[in-house]
């Protein structure tokens, strides 16, 4: 999958950028039809702990995903906005597949 990754107010490294590679492609497994995602990493106030925000945004045909998450490191709140991703892509998967069994099933009445 074609994934675009943008570090806002700081350098991102070569090991950041893998993890979300990672993590991200794991979505495949979820939803086979994915088009492209883009993650954007940013650094917030600084006086805070948690100033770390993770926003992926994930294109799938007809519809496009976004999860926000802002926690201590990148990498947490990666995780917990791919694991929102993978249950909107779940949600998604299952609405298609009753769509597509309702069509079948109007086309056998006709």
């Known amino acids: 999958m074609k994934i675009g990754i943008q570090s ?31 993650v954007y990493l940013k650094l917030n106030n600084v006086a805070e702990d948690t100033n770390k925000t993770s926003e992926i945004k994930i294109m799938i045909p007809g519809v496009t995903l976004f999860a926000k998450e802002t926690c201590k490191t990148f990498e947490e709140a990666t995780d917990l906005a791919i ?18 069994s309702n069509h079948k099933d109007l086309v056998k009445e006709v």
């Open 8 to 38: 806002i107010h700081f350098s991102a490294d070569q090991k950041l950028l893998a993890f979300i590679q990672k993590k991200v492609d794991k979505l495949d497994q979820f939803y086979d039809q994915i088009i492209s995602g883009e």
């Open 83 to 100: 694991e929102s991703l993978r249950k909107q892509l779940t949600k998604q998967k299952d609405k298609v597949k009753s769509h597509e």
